[in-house]
């Protein structure tokens, strides 16, 4: 009958974190957690926060949720999260303001790294994503996965709102950004959000 779990502080080293034995589970709120585990699974799952977790693994961490209706994604350290098919995904906020990206081994084994040196296979974040309705994306450029996944940017085809921060405005180039307004069909509201006072 466990519907929300709150999960601080805690360090999670199994190989598979399943959470089919929790089939009502529909809120996963995890911070400050050490997530040392090659995938984290749950069809029941609707709302998943990672805030200020870190993965230590040499391998990514597979988050299998396909039914998924929001995504907060925040200050996540160590290697990137791997975001497999969430096709009911409505909301996401990704913060990849934090050390993200320290398994580049390429010669190490598959799960390692997902994709191949020259930027072909699987994306990691934005296919995951694409079908979200509402989108904020923060500090994303400070992202090698992030950066590289845009390189195969999906189509955002029922996105309608999208929030940016200031980052996107000073890149060196716009492309990034004219690469999500091209692939958002049915955009209705862009965001982005300027920050005036800077140390």
């Given at each position: 009958?466990?519907r929300?779990?709150?999960?601080d502080?805690?360090?999670?080293?199994?190989?598979?974190?399943?959470?089919?034995?929790?089939?009502?589970?529909?809120?996963?709120?995890?911070?400050?957690?050490?997530?040392?585990?090659g995938?984290?699974?749950?069809?029941?799952?609707?709302?998943?926060?990672?805030?200020?977790?870190?993965?230590?693994?040499?391998?990514?961490?597979?988050?299998?949720?396909p039914?998924?209706?929001?995504?907060?994604?925040?200050?996540?350290?160590?290697?990137?999260?791997?975001?497999?098919?969430?096709a009911?995904?409505?909301?996401?906020?990704?913060?990849?303001?934090?050390?993200?990206?320290?398994?580049?081994?390429?010669d190490?084994?598959?799960?390692?790294?997902?994709?191949?040196?020259d930027?072909?296979?699987?994306?990691?974040?934005?296919?995951?994503?694409?079908?979200a309705?509402?989108?904020?994306?923060?500090?994303?450029?400070?992202?090698?996965?992030?950066?590289r996944?845009?390189?195969?940017?999906?189509?955002?085809?029922?996105?309608?709102?999208?929030?940016?921060?200031?980052?996107?405005?000073?890149?060196?180039?716009?492309?990034?950004?004219?690469?999500?307004?091209?692939?958002?069909?049915?955009?209705?509201?862009?965001?982005?959000?300027?920050?005036t006072?800077k140390?």
């Amino acid at each position: 009958h466990l519907r929300v779990m709150n999960l601080d502080g805690l360090s999670l080293q199994q190989k598979f974190l399943d959470l089919a034995g929790c089939p009502a589970l529909e809120v996963l709120n995890m911070q400050h957690c050490d997530i040392s585990v090659g995938r984290i699974s749950s069809r029941s799952l609707k709302h998943l926060s990672l805030r200020s977790c870190r993965s230590n693994s040499n391998c990514w961490v597979h988050v299998s949720a396909p039914g998924l209706a929001s995504l907060v994604l925040v200050r996540f350290g160590g290697t990137t999260p791997f975001l497999e098919n969430m096709a009911l995904l409505e909301t996401a906020r990704l913060d990849l303001s934090d050390d993200f990206d320290v398994c580049f081994d390429y010669d190490s084994d598959e799960n390692s790294v997902p994709f191949n040196k020259d930027d072909s296979g699987d994306s990691v974040l934005l296919a995951a994503l694409s079908g979200a309705k509402h989108l904020e994306l923060v500090s994303a450029f400070q992202n090698f996965v992030f950066r590289r996944d845009l390189r195969q940017c999906p189509t955002f085809s029922k996105l309608k709102t999208v929030l940016l921060s200031e980052d996107w405005s000073e890149a060196p180039d716009l492309d990034a950004l004219a690469c999500v307004l091209k692939h958002s069909p049915v955009l209705e509201k862009l965001t982005l959000q300027l920050f005036t006072n800077k140390v």
